[in-house]
């Protein structure tokens, strides 16, 4: 069971606007910036999102992140086929003194 | 091009040890974190060990503390994970990430990964 609080699945029509959440506590995300990773099917994870709302420069702008209190979520709009993959949360937990992710939601484009 | 590129993966025992590396490149390894990132097959992501810049302060997961040491050579621009004491559960495709600085800044450049089996 993960520490961060994810759906296991969402998914959406091309075109359409999805959010995913991650749920926390006050020693992670209540405490640290969130972090999102997508992970295309057979590869390795790519940062998507940094510090709750950062995109780096090769991320499109569809992608965007957002945080309150101890839940963030991730949204994606003018949803695209190649959006298709798996998205992990991550922050440091001051508790565990270490990364906790989230167990990851399964993005299904229609 | 900031690279990281992982080896050392295979086929051990239950009980047995082993030794991921983890060769950075394009860009000034002793200047960033690094951390060890493993996914069981069909899982999820799991924090494994993070290391400072310098390498004189490490953190490791409950689930591998006092089993799995994680160390890196800062002259050589590499990460490693010293494994022992593997378990079944230990099976899974392990991931070296750069950190953006600090231990808790967020992972920005990932390996390729490299595949760990325990199994007898």
């Known amino acids: 069971q993960s520490v961060l609080t994810q759906p296991p699945s969402a998914s959406g029509t091309p075109g359409q606007r999805v959010t995913i959440s991650c749920s926390g506590s006050r020693s992670n995300i209540g405490s640290n910036t969130v972090n999102w990773y997508q992970q295309l099917p057979g590869t390795a994870p790519i940062l998507l999102i940094y510090t709750n709302n950062q995109r780096p420069s090769r991320v499109p702008d569809r992608f965007s992140g957002s945080k309150s209190g101890a839940s963030a979520s991730l949204a994606i709009s003018g949803l695209q086929s190649e959006d298709e993959a798996d998205y992990y949360c991550a922050t440091w937990d001051d508790s565990l003194d270490g990364w906790v992710f989230g167990g990851g939601t399964k993005l299904t484009v229609l | ?120």
């Not at chain 2, 810049?53 to 160390?71: E, L, Q």
């Not at chain 2, 800062?74 to 559960?89: F, P, Q």
């Open chain 2, 1 to 120: 091009e900031v690279e990281l590129l992982e080896s050392g993966g295979g086929l051990v025992q239950p009980g047995g040890s082993l030794r991921l590396s983890c060769t950075a490149s394009g860009f000034t390894f002793g200047s960033y974190a690094m951390t060890w990132v493993r996914q069981a097959p069909g899982k999820g992501l799991e924090w494994v060990s993070s290391i400072s810049d310098s390498g004189v302060s490490t953190y490791n997961a409950d689930s591998v503390k006092g089993r799995f040491t994680i160390s890196r050579d800062n002259s050589k621009n590499r990460l490693y994970l010293e494994m022992n004491s593997l378990r079944g559960d230990d099976t899974a495709v392990y991931y070296c990430a750069k950190a953006r600085g600090l231990v808790w800044y967020a992972m920005d450049v990932w390996g390729q990964g490299t595949t760990v089996t325990v199994s007898s």
